[in-house]
């Protein structure tokens, strides 16, 4: 199922607009590199890969969450359609 999910992710995902944040944290990573020798900006690199995987993992993992919450919610909408059918026939 990984593989189905990740493509739904892919097609269906929308990131929210963030920029005023985004252009922050930006700005501010830029700050703290020039500060930094070559050895240290390296590591800052390292470390905003490292937490944009994250963020870009986060982000999938609550996509399928939602998607199994709402397959969940459906499945019982639907188990209690058919109860109550079968209720009117008998």
Do not use: P, W
């Not at 590591?43 to 969450?65: C, G, N, R, T, V």
Request: glycine share 6%.
């Amino acid at each position: 199922m990984g593989y189905y999910m990740s493509e739904l992710y892919r097609r269906y995902f929308r990131a929210t607009g963030f920029s005023e944040l985004e252009e922050e944290i930006e700005n501010t990573r830029q700050e703290v590199r020039d500060c930094l020798d070559q050895a240290q900006q390296r590591k800052l690199m390292h470390l905003i890969d490292a937490q944009e995987q994250l963020k870009a993992e986060l982000a999938q993992s609550s996509f399928e969450d939602g998607f199994r919450l709402a397959i969940g919610l459906l499945r019982e909408l639907e188990d209690k359609r058919i109860r109550l059918q079968l209720e009117e026939e008998g």
